[in-house]
């Protein structure tokens, strides 16, 4: 009913720049927020950024200043600015929605993933 397209990933040196976009397709009547996790291997996936629908935004600790979390409009695209790449930034970076309310509103609101794009850090 609902698909999380993201886009953007690859492989950049440290210090460059990179910018992730994640496209929500389907019956969606409202997102409540918009975020970014990623899962290097062997880890836990982790929170990146959340961007609510009002726009208030949320960073993990190892990305402030360097990350950027946007959206155009409440429902989608979201993206992600990320600048100053750190190898340590290498990973799988999902898209997630959350409690999204279908024009169906008789079905529960849920969460909902995308299926990841690469980022590699390397020189």
């Known amino acids: 009913q609902v698909q999380l397209v993201e886009s953007g990933g690859g492989l950049v040196q440290p210090g460059g720049s990179l910018r992730l976009s994640c496209a929500a397709s389907g019956s969606i009547f409202s997102i409540n927020a918009m975020g970014w996790y990623r899962q290097a291997p062997g880890k836990q996936r982790e929170l990146v950024a959340t961007?609510?629908?009002?726009?208030?935004?949320n960073y993990a600790h190892s990305v402030k200043g360097r990350f950027t979390i946007s959206r155009d409009n409440a429902k989608n695209p979201v993206y992600l600015q990320m600048n100053n790449l750190r190898h340590e930034d290498t990973a799988v970076y999902y898209c997630r929605a959350d409690r999204v309310k279908l024009t169906n509103l008789l079905l529960p609101p849920r969460d909902y993933w995308g299926q990841g794009t690469q980022v590699t850090v390397s020189s």
């Open positions: 961007i609510t629908s009002g726009g208030s935004t």
